[in-house]
């Protein structure tokens, strides 16, 4: 098998993947889903757990409340329709981080169903990404392949993550490219991440991701056979998972090879997959009701209460942005990367005497100093709040827009925040007129070419005159001033 990423793009141009991906969200309760123990990251080994969690018999499982109006909370910001009864189900394999020998899940009567997510398409618009099935499970343990004297010899268990409550989140195989599921998992994130019933920390393992797929020429309406990529651990990895798998499967269609049913894995080093196991079907986990919970019941009443805590969401609140403060699309994409970000962002827009020059600043001040560099919006020495404060100054005529951009540079090269400098620098601006016109008297004075041609009429050399006085007083002086005692004096 050779494993070239590239494929010639006619050849490549000849199929249409389809991608369906299926997320684990863990959610954000103090304790596992069915005991009372601590969902803690980071605790020693073997110290979150209880005869429930550790499967012991006789011990029984008793539903978190919390959990189920978690995943109840999601589900609603995911568009799905939440059962009003679902049914937990025991799904039977045997691993050895899974001291029961099932997992408790549920299947044919998941919480939620027919939800789906908008994500932006390359032509401007949107498409929807279906998701068929939201559902509740708790987690398995895990283990330890290194980092233990004995690693080269034995696999080490660490059962505190048993028992912790999930949501599975599996989408329609709606994707037909890479980039689709990147969409669609960064929107989904985003959206989890708003409703605060998880912190989708990757690196934790708060958030999963397994790929589903196939390839099947361009026009054919019937699926291909799907191989499914297991657990990769970033969104960027899963792109380039699905690019090599995509290619890869390709080059086997293409030299007449049969494509297997399989569970592959991510090699993120070498940038390229490699079969686990074949994958089993829903039949060979002999799935049947959890005889020891009962069915699940979620009210229309408990839904509608709470469905009242579903805060505005990210696309919603992108658009009213663009239409309350006169944002550009993306800037409100990157203000509305975090719940809090634009929260700060409104506040200060709100509290500004002109919310619209706040989001300029942003735009035009903030933005393009963050991206020189190198820093994320929630990095930035300067504050919301030491935005709207600027935005101020500068409405109020306080200081220049040329002020300002000193101010900027200097709280970015010091790393504090726009007031904290501005307190410090005081700048004034010079608003003076007598002072001004001394100086654009020098400045006229020392260049009689200019002079000479903005009498025969080339009257956009007033700028010139204008730059000149700007730069003698350091940029103090009054803009608006300056022009006006320029064009007086040159007898415009
Ligand atoms: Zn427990």
Known sequence: MTTTAQIAAAVRERYE?????????????????FCGCS???????????????LGMPGALPVLNKRAVEFAVLAAQALNCQVRETSIFARKNYFYPDLPKGYQISQYDKPLAEHGY?????????TKRIGITRLHMEEDAGKSLHEGFADSANSTAIDLNRTGVPLIEIVSEPDMRSPDEAFEYLTRLKEII?????SDC?????????????SIRPKGEKKFGTKTEIKNVNSFRFVRQALEY???RQIEMAEAGEKIHQETRLFNSAEGRTYSMRSKEEAHDYRYFPEPDLLPLVVSPQWQQEIRSRLPELPDARRKRMVAEYGITEYDAQVLTSSRSLADQFEEAARAAKSPKRVANLVQGELMGRLKANNLDIEQSPI?????????DLLENGTISSKILKDLYDKAFSSGEDFLA????????????????????????????????QYRAGKTTILGFFVGQVMKATKGQAKPELVNEVVRKQLGG
């Not at 991440?193 to 019933?197: A, E, H, M, S």
């Not at 999963?208 to 797929?213: E, H, P, T």
Request: charged share 20%; proline share 8%; with cysteine.
């Open 17 to 33: 993947p389809v991608i369906g991906l299926e997320v684990h969200v863990q959610l954000l309760t103090r304790t596992k889903i």
């Open 39 to 53: 969902t803690a990251f980071g605790a020693p080994p073997n110290t979150n757990v209880c005869p429930v969690c």
């Open 193 to 197: 991440l708003y409703t605060g019933v």
């Open 383 to 391: 504050s919301m709040k030491g935005v709207a404060a600027s935005a």
């Open 117 to 125: 997510i908008d994500v932006p398409s390359p032509d401007g618009g």
């Open 421 to 452: 400098v501005y307190e410090r620098e005081k700048p004034q601006q010079i608003t003076d007129t007598g002072a001004i016109e001394n100086i654009v008297q020098e400045v006229i004075a020392a260049n009689p070419k200019q002079v000479e």
């Open 201 to 213: 920390n990757m690196e934790e393992g708060s958030l999963r991701c397994d790929a589903n797929v």
């Open 245 to 247: 798998e995509i290619n």
